[in-house]
Every structure is written in C-alpha cells, then in structure tokens.
C-alpha cells in the first residue's frame, strides 16, 4: 500500500494500543510518514478501545474520518459492527471471532446483537479470523492480538521480515518469541 488509514479496535485489554504501535512503527520503518490517535473509552474496565493508524507520502492529521478507513481491524465482533461506518466502500474488516459482553449486556439492560459477522459480510468485505482460539493453541491467550494482526499484516502489505523486526523490538523482550509465533500463525491464516 502507498498509503492507508487504518482502524483498529477492541475491548480495553486486548492489545489493540499494542497492535497499533507495531503497524505504524512498520510503516514508519518503511519510510513513510505515520499518525496515529488512540481514543480510550473505559479501557482498563472493558470498555471499547479506538486507535487511528494513518500513513502515507505526507499525512496531515491522524484521525480517519467515516467512510476513509481502508481496512478495520477488530478484536470483538460487536467493536466491528460498532465502527464499520468507517470504511470505505471497497475496504476490509479483518474481526478476531470473539464476544465480550458490555457492561450493558452484564448487568441485563440490553441484549448482544445476533448474527453480526453474517450482517457485516452482507454491506462489507470481511475477513474473519479466531484469534482466541489461535493464541490458547499458543499456549497463552494474551497473545492474541499478535494473531490477529498476523491476519492483518496481508491486507497492509509490507515484507513478513518487516512485521517481525518491529514485533521483536516492540514486544516485552520475555514475550518475543511467543509474539512471532502469533504472528505466524495469523499470518497463515
């Protein structure tokens, strides 16, 4: 890609702030210029987490507006439905398979919405991809966000070499090699 405005959201402990980190450093990397905005909702209690990736030749602001995101990377089902009116017409929503309930689902005030993978493949092209399920093969659940950008790192573009040098000084050290293993294995996908 010569330039892209990216999403990627999730649930507040997820490593969607992580994940974003890697993606911009490996554009920047790349030679291009990076913005990015993180959007913290009650992320340390679950709430929904929204960081805007931008690069390209020359990139003004970081926000993306609705409508503009090329891709959306989604660590929840229901963050995906919530914010697939940013993309464009012809992008992609890569969503890890996973439901976390909201507080308002927790506590009965509302129900989570059925069929929602089904419902966005009707209106946009989607990538579907179980990263929980990937990274508990791993051996450790929390390495899931590599997982899923794994997936993600096809659509982007850039070398598979590239990712994995901004993984490997991007990651706590102790964890570097069980996040390339992620990586890899979303990135087989």
Not at 75 to 96: Q, S
Request: charged share 25%.
């Amino acid at each position: 890609m010569k330039s892209a405005n990216i999403m990627v959201v999730g649930v507040g402990g997820q490593g969607t702030l992580l994940t974003s980190r890697i993606i911009g450093n490996t554009a920047l990397n790349a030679g291009y210029d990076v913005k990015l905005s993180e959007v913290h909702g009650m992320a340390q209690r679950g709430g929904s987490v929204v960081t805007f990736i931008r690069f390209g030749e020359n990139v003004a602001e970081p926000v993306v507006e609705a409508g503009d995101a090329d891709i959306l990377i989604s660590f929840e089902i229901l963050e995906a439905m919530r914010y697939a009116h940013y993309l464009k017409k012809d992008g992609i929503i890569i969503v890890n398979d996973c439901k976390i309930d909201p507080m308002t689902v927790v506590i009965g005030a509302e129900s989570y919405p059925e069929n929602i993978i089904k419902k966005l493949g009707e209106k946009h092209r989607i990538h579907t991809i179980d990263g929980l399920s990937a990274a508990k093969d791993l051996g450790n659940s929390k390495v899931l966000n590599s997982v899923v950008l794994g997936a993600a790192a096809k659509f982007i573009g850039f070398g598979k070499s590239e990712w994995e040098d901004v993984i490997k000084v991007t990651v706590p050290t102790k964890t570097t090699d069980i996040n390339l293993k992620a990586f890899e294995k979303g990135y087989g996908e």
